[in-house]
């Protein structure tokens, strides 16, 4: 089946500690895309990826890194840098298609820092 | 620039009863409209999408939504909601117009659906 993995499911780390969410997709997309989520603030987005190679910032880029060194993957780290880890991590891919870009999800990392 | 109002936070309703979740939104340009939702602890799932052509969109488990240019809105309908339409429902909006650079959706902050026994 074609679709997105992320893992862990849930992930424990203490202050301090730098931690890499994984994202994978066999969907033989172009563009990938990180977000976190918090209650009640929607999705913001961290970092994109267009192509393998490069990335760019999104609205919420600080304290985070990413990589994309193969098609199907885009892992983020979270620095210690990142002042407010503890939160919902979401990957999504998409291709354009019909002039548009529909986004497919993972299930998501949930993140807790202590 | 441009943004998406979901207007109400959280929206409680009797099961079997119809709901409406509304979305507005603000652009200059022509737009893509997308809802989402997001089931607790998973990740989003495309419920429907408009792109052109009729403004009244059918999509998975019986919504509908119905583009308003002239209002700038894209209100979610459902005539009779199960308990487990419990979710969060997100509306989203990308630019039209600019092929190469509408890869990038604007989220709106989300509604909760309630469904009351």
């Known amino acids: 089946d074609g679709g997105i993995t992320q893992s862990p499911k849930y992930l424990f780390r203490k202050e301090g500690q730098n931690v890499t969410l994984s994202c994978e997709q066999n969907?033989?997309?172009?563009?990938m895309y990180w977000y976190r989520q918090d209650p009640g603030q929607g999705l913001r987005l961290i970092y994109y990826?267009?192509?393998?190679?490069?990335?760019q910032k999104g609205d919420i880029a600080e304290g985070y890194s990413v990589s994309r060194e193969k098609k199907e993957s885009f892992p983020l780290t979270v620095t210690s840098a990142q002042k407010n880890p503890t939160a919902f991590y979401l990957c999504?891919?998409?291709?354009?298609?019909?002039?548009?870009?529909?986004?497919?999800f993972g299930p998501g990392t949930r993140l807790t820092v202590t | 620039a441009q943004s998406v109002t979901q207007l109400d936070s959280q929206v409680p309703v009797f099961e079997e009863a119809p709901v409406e979740l509304r979305c507005n939104y603000s652009?200059?340009?022509?737009?893509?409209l997308f809802w989402y939702v997001q089931y607790p602890n998973q990740g989003l799932q495309l419920l429907l999408k408009?792109?052109?052509?009729s403004t009244l969109v059918k999509g998975i488990n019986g919504f509908e939504a119905e583009f308003n240019k002239s209002q700038t809105s894209f209100h979610l309908r459902k005539p009779s909601v199960h308990i487990s339409d419990t979710a969060e429902y997100f509306c989203?909006?990308?630019?039209?117009?600019?092929?190469?650079?509408?890869?990038?959706?604007?989220w709106g902050a989300g509604t909760k659906l309630i469904i009351k026994p």
């Open positions: 652009s200059s340009v022509s737009v893509y």
């Open positions: 408009y792109l052109s052509g």
């Open positions: 989203a909006v990308s630019d039209a117009g600019a092929m190469d650079s509408n890869y990038q959706l604007i």
């Open positions: 969907l033989n997309h172009d563009a």
């Open positions: 990826s267009q192509i393998v190679n490069d990335f």
């Open positions: 999504a891919s998409s291709i354009q298609a019909s002039g548009h870009y529909e986004q497919y």
